[in-house]
């Protein structure tokens, strides 16, 4: 069974950086995909990036040249380097994994708060 953990969330200020984890067992990750995703209070979830089993990345608008994706494939994790974070970065962030017979996947979420 494929399992996520995010880790790396917390507090930081307007400015700051902040650097995610997604780390993933149960599957064959180099052929899989991995989206980042995050969701504010009242919002919906909201795809953030892309890094695709070639290594090919891609992003949302809104967090373009100041998010970098990037996956470590002998540790079967995916990373997210945060920088220039604004308050409106705030949200869980959560990892998902698919690919070939991989069903789509979540983790559980990792708290980014980013103070004015």
């Known amino acids: 069974q494929v399992q996520l953990v995010e880790s790396g969330g917390g507090l930081v200020q307007a400015g700051g950086s902040l650097w995610l984890s997604c780390a993933a067992s149960g599957s064959i990750f180099y052929l899989n995909h991995i989206d980042w995703y995050r969701q504010a209070p009242g919002m919906q979830r909201e795809w953030v990036a892309r890094?695709?089993?070639?290594?090919?990345?891609d992003y949302a608008d809104s967090v373009k040249g100041r998010f970098t994706i990037s996956r470590d494939n002998a540790k079967e994790t995916v990373y997210l380097q945060m920088n220039s974070l604004t308050p409106e970065d705030t949200a869980v962030y959560y990892c998902?994994?698919?690919?070939?017979?991989?069903?789509?996947?979540w983790g559980q979420g990792t708290q980014v708060t980013v103070s004015s």
């Open positions: 998902n994994i698919f690919g070939p017979g991989t069903d789509p996947t």
């Open positions: 890094i695709t089993s070639e290594s090919n990345t």
